[in-house]
């Protein structure tokens, strides 16, 4: 299927379901659901073409090699989409030759995942019970995920609209809390919502392998900075000290190149791969990676960039106006 019939049939079965503003909807006025789309347009591309050669996207994180950085964000729920939610997404992450990222699930859906052999990062919350974080991380690490971490993000619980959700069992968590947590695993270990350049450095301080500029998809707070407004100052702080992945409202490959070009390493897609699931099983998750890798390429090829690592914000043009 093509992107268009990916989404226009996703939307038709989440809508006839009334479902659909639950996975489109973020926190309190929506601003940020909305502005997270929107970002993108302050960019523009510069055409680059003599000498051009059609781009590789080829990329390796912690010593495994991915045809893509377009990866799957760590997602949860999704039940009611299919009965095996996490192995249809795994399967088709898989299939793309690319990382499957997975957020809250039971053990038999994170084995589901892992049976499957697709390269795991797995995400646990921060629980108020460091115990129960800690088995998840330890079962993560026993059943072969890559790399493991927290959504720290979350510390004050989601918010959808004006319904907060999993207040109570979260709980904000130090420097030296989450220090500890990064050494109960050999595994690198992940700090996903990051939105600044003090919890960057503190990354850094706590031996974090990796981290997710992101606002959770517009599930925090209300107003939240987008992920490439950050992204070049926390460059500054991680100059290559590990991977800096980042995903919130990424919808095509043009998006991604924005992110590559303001210092990302990778992009996570979160309702992009919901869509693609909603469609088409795990069919439609291949798809979706597949046709935003393809837009990537091509822009990466235009733009003269023969790889991801020749990739920087010189083919970028600031617009100062919205579309
Ligand atoms: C259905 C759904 C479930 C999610 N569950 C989790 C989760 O359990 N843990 C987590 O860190 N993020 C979770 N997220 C947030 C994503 O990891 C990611 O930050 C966000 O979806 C990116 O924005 P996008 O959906 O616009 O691509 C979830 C997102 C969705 C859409």
């Known amino acids: 299927m093509e992107y268009g019939e990916l989404i226009n049939k996703a939307e038709a079965n989440l809508r006839a379901k009334g479902t659909l503003e639950r996975y489109v909807r973020g926190?309190?006025?929506?601003?940020?659901?909305?502005?997270?789309?929107?970002?993108?347009?302050?960019?523009?591309?510069k055409f680059r073409m003599i000498d051009s050669q059609e781009a590789s996207?080829?990329?390796?994180?912690?010593?495994?090699?991915?045809?893509?950085?377009?990866?799957?964000?760590?997602?949860?729920g999704l039940t009611e989409i299919a009965e095996k939610p996490f192995r249809e997404i795994a399967l088709g992450?898989?299939?793309s030759d690319s990382m499957m990222w997975v957020g809250i699930a039971s053990a038999e859906h994170v084995k589901d995942v892992l049976e499957t052999g697709v390269p795991t990062v797995r995400i646990v919350k921060p629980f108020q019970d460091v115990d129960t974080m800690i088995q998840e991380l330890k079962e993560a690490e026993d059943g072969g995920?890559?790399?493991?971490?927290?959504?720290?993000?979350?510390?004050?619980?989601?918010?959808?609209?004006?319904v907060t959700f999993a207040p109570k069992a979260m709980a904000p968590k130090s420097l030296t809390e989450l220090r500890e947590l990064a050494n109960v695993t050999k595994l690198p270990f992940i700090l996903k919502g990051v939105l600044s350049t003090q919890d960057a450095e503190k990354a850094l301080e706590i031996g974090a392998r990796g981290i997710v500029v992101s606002n959770h998809?517009?599930?925090?707070?209300?107003?939240?900075?987008?992920?490439?407004?950050?992204?070049?100052?926390?460059?500054?702080?991680?100059?290559?000290?590990?991977p800096i992945f980042a995903d919130s409202g990424f919808r095509r490959g043009s998006d991604v190149m924005k992110a590559l070009a303001l210092g990302a390493d990778a992009v996570l897609v979160g309702r992009s791969?919901?869509?693609?699931?909603?469609?088409?099983?795990?069919?439609?998750?291949?798809?979706m990676i597949t046709i935003l890798t393809a837009e990537l390429k091509r822009i990466m090829s235009v733009t003269g960039c023969k790889n991801l690592g020749e990739i920087d914000d010189g083919i970028l043009v600031k617009r100062n106006f919205f579309i």
């Open 145 to 162: 995920a890559i790399a493991v971490g927290t959504d720290m993000d979350f510390f004050y619980g989601g918010k959808r609209g004006d």
């Open 93 to 95: 992450v898989k299939n």
């Open 273 to 287: 791969l919901v869509m693609g699931l909603v469609a088409n099983g795990s069919q439609g998750v291949a798809e």
């Open 27 to 45: 926190v309190e006025t929506n601003f940020v659901g909305r502005f997270n789309l929107r970002y993108f347009e302050r960019y523009g591309f």
């Open 57 to 76: 996207t080829e990329t390796t994180f912690f010593g495994r090699k991915f045809k893509t950085p377009i990866l799957s964000a760590a997602l949860s």
């Open 217 to 242: 998809g517009g599930a925090i707070i209300d107003h939240s900075a987008h992920p490439l407004v950050v992204l070049p100052e926390i460059m500054v702080v991680i100059v290559n000290q590990m």
